[in-house]
């Protein structure tokens, strides 16, 4: 054997034991190692549409959840139906079910969805679409006690479905109206937030029933618990009047990219998260020592007071 050819075999034995070690070990590796899930995430499948009503006056938000594989939805604070019928026939003949209507607080606008309509606050201008909204689609209407033709009150933390995917959780949120309810609507890791006219962005409602103390919970305990990824939905387009006020209290950066984005942008709903709300909403920021400095106060009840009542002067 030639001396080129003794070579080779010795070069070419270690290396295909070197192949076969290397096979063997990982399919050790493969058997007996932590493997990850390869179990897919979760994909929500919930489809909202916002239904801008009264634009250049009271600038109202109804919006309709729609549960993508069964059709089933809901229309939330459906409160003036003259503009929100014409989205709810166009679904309904494209196969989508109404199943109620959901209302966040009292009013005449009420919060609905085509499952059912869900109503947020007792308010003319969330609930007050109701009974009217009644004539077209006979449906139950979920919402606050005090909500125009409501059928059911669902209490604190309790849930219900919409269609197959969609679960929607009850948040009592007490102040505006002491009706108030807020909605978390979740479809695999899909989360929204319908919060009437407790929660803006950047902002808060009046406390027109309610007490400073009632507000602190509401957005600091209630609706800041929920997950930092859940869009909100709020039942007015006042971002821009909330940080015009924003920016007198506090020019943190975050409050700079909210004024930014508001200026350029017609519509803020849904583009912001629980998350963005804990940096950029003074009202969700009372620990804040350049907000506590604004209002002179340092108890957060008394922060609270201070701040609802410049920006109700602003």
Known sequence: MSFLATSKQLFRRPLSLGIVVVGVA????????????????????????????????????AYLVTDDKTKDAVIIDPANPSEVLPHIKKAVDSGVNLKSIVNTHQSVLSFRRCQSM????????????????????????????DCAKVTKTPSHGETFTVGESIKVKALHTPCHTQDSICYLFE???????????????GGCGRFFEGTAEEMDKALNKTLAALPDDTRVYPGHEYTKGNVKFAVKVAQSEPIKKLESFANSNKQTQGKFTIGDEKQHNVFMRLDDPTVQKFTGKTERVDVMAALREA????
Do not use: C, Q
Request: proline letters at 5%.
């Open 26 to 61: 990982s399919l050790l590796l493969y058997f007996f190692a932590d493997k990850p899930s390869l179990k897919p995430a979760t994909v929500g499948k919930m489809h909202i549409e916002s239904i801008p009503m009264w634009e250049g006056s009271g600038n109202n938000y």
């Open 118 to 145: 869900l109503t947020t606050a007792s308010h003319h201008d969330h609930a007050g679409g109701n009974a009217e909204m009644l004539k077209s689609y006979s449906v139950p209407v979920i919402g606050g006690r």
């Open 187 to 201: 479809d695999g890791n899909d989360r929204a937030v319908f919060t009437g006219d407790t929660l803006f962005i």
């Open 311 to 314: 920006k109700n002067n602003s």
